[in-house]
């Protein structure tokens, strides 16, 4: 009887003793809180650590898309031939980055905004899509994050090699490193990393890493190549548009 007075006891104990504090305010082991409360710290606008200049190649994007699915830059016939084109600018975490960050204001982009970006950014709906969710954490307004990435993408020189191809190649990602260096003297190796993946390991884009002030920097945990691209050699899709060569060499 003794005993079993105790165990009930102990059990009343259990059952109303207070909670341990990291359980009261959220925090997991070691004293961190839980991922909601870190995506709400980490989404602030005008809080990140740098900038990842996205260069998409046109043709692997194309390539991928269903064939019910209409967009301008992958239209052949009497189309303008893209290879690679602003994705978007996105502000990055030294590990991790902020998206969809809370602002003032509905995340409007003005039409006239759009239209002026389609030259390099192809799509409209793409332009709205870029500022909502990187944009807006940039702590910029939509003509100031689209200025920024209008003069950080004509700051880069794309390498010979990439500009209209109108035949497919192999290529390395460390090659493509080494062409953006060589063809830009302000870039380092540890400034820019290379993206593959689909049927046939195509190349998929090229993240360029800027500061906040918009000079080349060394680019953080995302931009890892070993995150981005394993591969030993990559296929990379001619342009799409672009006529074919003749038996003699020349376009027709």
């Known amino acids: 009887m003794i005993l079993r007075r105790i165990a009930l006891?102990?059990?009343?104990?259990?059952?109303?003793a207070p909670e341990p504090a990291a359980a009261q305010y959220g925090t997991g082991p070691g004293g961190r809180a839980p991922y909601e409360r870190r995506d709400q710290e980490r989404n602030v606008p005008g809080r990140f650590d740098y900038y990842a200049l996205v260069l998409s190649w046109s043709p692997t994007f194309c390539a991928s898309l269903p064939r019910d699915r209409y967009e301008p830059q992958c239209h052949?016939?009497?189309?303008?031939?893209?290879?690679?084109?602003?994705?978007?600018?996105?502000?990055?975490?030294e590990r991790g980055w902020p998206e969809n960050c809370p602002t003032r204001?509905?995340?409007?982009?003005?039409?006239?905004?759009?239209?002026?970006?389609?030259?390099?950014?192809p799509s409209s709906r793409l332009v709205i899509?870029?500022?909502?969710?990187?944009?807006?954490?940039?702590?910029?307004?939509?003509?100031g994050y689209y200025g920024l990435a209008r003069?950080?993408?004509?700051?880069?020189?794309?390498?010979?090699?990439?500009v209209l191809p109108n035949n497919d190649f192999t290529v390395s990602p460390d090659a493509v490193?080494?062409?953006?260096?060589e063809a830009n003297p302000t870039l380092r190796p540890d400034m820019l990393a290379v993206a593959c993946g689909g049927p046939g390991n195509?190349?998929?884009?090229?993240?360029?890493?800027?500061?906040?002030?918009?000079g080349p920097t060394r680019c953080g945990r995302n931009e890892e190549q070993d995150r981005l691209c394993r591969a030993s050699n990559m296929h990379v899709p001619p342009a799409r548009g672009m006529p074919a060569p003749s038996s003699s060499g020349r376009r027709i």
């Open 202 to 214: 195509r190349l998929r884009e090229v993240r360029i890493c800027f500061n906040r002030d918009g």
């Open 177 to 181: 490193v080494r062409a953006f260096v």
């Open 9 to 16: 006891l102990a059990l009343a104990a259990a059952l109303f």
């Open 105 to 121: 204001q509905r995340p409007f982009v003005p039409q006239p905004l759009i239209d002026s970006m389609l030259d390099i950014m």
């Open 129 to 143: 899509h870029e500022y909502r969710k990187h944009g807006t954490c940039s702590g910029l307004t939509p003509e």
């Open 76 to 93: 052949r016939r009497g189309g303008r031939p893209y290879a690679f084109v602003l994705h978007g600018l996105w502000p990055q975490h």
């Open 151 to 162: 003069r950080l993408y004509n700051s880069v020189t794309i390498p010979q090699r990439f």
